[in-house]
């Protein structure tokens, strides 16, 4: 069945450093590849999304690009911000919907001042 | 417009015990989901409702739950008879068509001792 394997946490970085969260993912089809985020106390929230090989996703200066070649749809910031605490979990479905979403377990990051 | 809402926001019972959860979908939204993070582990599908009618219930890890969705507004998830593993954190979601983004709650996160 699909999967999607994403880095253990939690990443530690100060503000404006740079950012990676490792994704790779297993699946039959052609999926559509997703990083949600969960701030503190609040639900899921879709950050950026990919529907197809060598889309780049992007949103609140995160940007991901859709490797089909090497199955992974890796997370990356230039400069983080405080605010930017929270889990971040990668997440596929098949083909163009959202509906049945697998999901990576979660990347927890911390920054500090 | 209001989120996706969720009752109880944590609950604490006993093994043995029953719990119901509630979810609160955006009014107009006719698809609703329920996914469950159980500690440690990846964030997993349960169930989709299409309005009152269950579209995909897969996910649903035994017969002691039990979704409903009466008259295609909000929807509940009983757990019947607890057990330990069933701890985690209950998440809905709802979306107006079956091809665009889930709108998450903030989950309930239940504990069984």
């Known amino acids: 069945g699909d999967s999607v394997t994403q880095m253990e946490g939690p990443v530690t970085l100060s503000e404006e450093a740079f950012l990676t969260i490792n994704c790779t993912y297993t699946?039959?089809?052609?999926?559509?590849l997703f990083w949600y985020v969960q701030y503190p106390g609040e639900g899921l929230q879709l950050l950026l999304k990919?529907?197809?090989?060598?889309d780049k996703g992007s949103n609140k200066g995160f940007e991901a690009t859709y490797r089909k070649e090497t199955t992974s749809f890796h997370l990356e910031k230039g400069s983080v911000q405080v605010s930017d605490s929270a889990v971040y979990f990668c997440?596929?479905?098949?083909?163009?919907?959202?509906?049945?979403?697998?999901f990576g377990k979660g990347t927890m990051l911390l920054v500090s001042p | 417009e209001a989120g996706v809402t969720q009752f109880p926001s944590h609950s604490v019972i006993e093994k043995g015990q029953t719990v119901t959860l509630r979810c609160d979908p955006i009014?107009?939204?006719?698809?609703l989901y329920w996914y469950r993070r159980v500690m440690g582990k990846e964030i997993k599908f349960l169930l989709h409702?299409?309005?009152?009618?269950?579209?995909?219930e897969s996910g649903m890890p035994n017969n002691r739950f039990l979704a409903e969705r009466t008259g295609g507004t909000y929807s509940t998830l009983k757990v019947q008879p607890a057990e330990l593993e069933d701890s985690g954190v209950y998440f809905c979601?709802?979306?107006?068509?079956?091809?665009?983004?889930?709108?998450f709650g903030n989950g309930t996160r239940l504990t069984v001792t």
């Open positions: 009014s107009g939204h006719d698809n």
């Open positions: 979601a709802s979306s107006p068509f079956v091809n665009s983004p889930l709108h």
């Open positions: 409702f299409v309005k009152e009618s269950k579209q995909d």
């Open positions: 990919a529907t197809k090989a060598d």
């Open positions: 997440a596929l479905s098949e083909g163009s919907g959202y509906s049945t979403l697998t």
């Open positions: 699946a039959t089809g052609y999926p559509s």
